[in-house]
């Protein structure tokens, strides 16, 4: 499933900018970034547990949010790009 992930960390304090790192270290391990904290994850549902478990585990909820969006299995009639960065596909071949 496409999970797309957005979120806001405070980073008015050293501890907000470290939590902003690991938030974004955990999601470039699952998905793409699309934006500066925005990620499009295709995740199966126990991958998504154990993200959103990491991501909860390290923000501060009194200063920071995450939103969750659930695109489902049949995301690609979900996301239209227009503009200046190239997309990407996740299920397509990835070169290295």
Known sequence: MMVLITYDVNVTTPSGKSRLRKVAK???????????SVFECLVDPTQFAELRFRIENIIDPEFDSVRYYFLGSNW??????VGAKE???P???LMV
Do not use: A, L, S
């Open 26 to 36: 955990q999601c470039v391990n699952h998905g793409q970034r699309v934006q500066n």
């Open 76 to 81: 690609k009639n979900r996301v239209e790009h």
């Open 87 to 89: 997309t990407y596909d």
């Open 91 to 93: 299920e397509g071949i």
